[in-house]
């Protein structure tokens, strides 16, 4: 079992930065895969980043390409997720997720564990 709990939301204007961060507990935790989804208001969870378990590479959807960053410390059983050049359509509820071992995946199924999500909001 893996409990991920998530912080660093808030209220921003557009074009500035949050970093969010997950802290990880339970089992190993260089052995998941982490990645961080989210969901604006109406539609459907969606993924933003991703990175490996073992060599640390990572993934991005193309809509946060170039803006967002994420990375992990494997010390501190955390991963985190820098955004910069924030935009009102990035306004979502932001989750944390992991699965163990395997390769990254882009859809909600892929991941075993999941955080309860924390609030950014991008003013306009």
């Known amino acids: 079992q893996v409990q991920l709990v998530e912080s660093g939301g808030g209220l921003v204007q557009a074009g500035g930065s949050l970093r969010l961060s997950c802290a990880a507990s339970?089992?190993?935790?260089?052995?998941?895969?982490m990645a961080w989804f989210r969901r604006a208001p109406g539609k459907q969870r969606e993924f933003v980043a991703a990175?490996?378990?073992?060599?640390?590479?990572?993934h991005y959807a193309d809509s946060v390409k170039g803006r967002f960053a994420i990375s992990r410390d494997n010390a501190k059983n955390t991963v985190y997720l820098q955004m910069n050049s924030l935009k009102p359509e990035d306004t979502a509820v932001y989750y944390c997720?992991?699965?163990?071992?395997?390769?990254?995946?882009?859809?909600?199924?892929?991941?075993?564990?999941w955080g309860q999500g924390t609030q950014v909001t991008v003013s306009s």
């Open positions: 339970g089992r190993t935790f260089s052995n998941y895969a």
């Open positions: 997720a992991a699965k163990l071992l395997g390769p990254v995946g882009y859809e909600v199924g892929s991941y075993n564990y």
């Open positions: 990175i490996s378990w073992r060599l640390g590479d990572t």
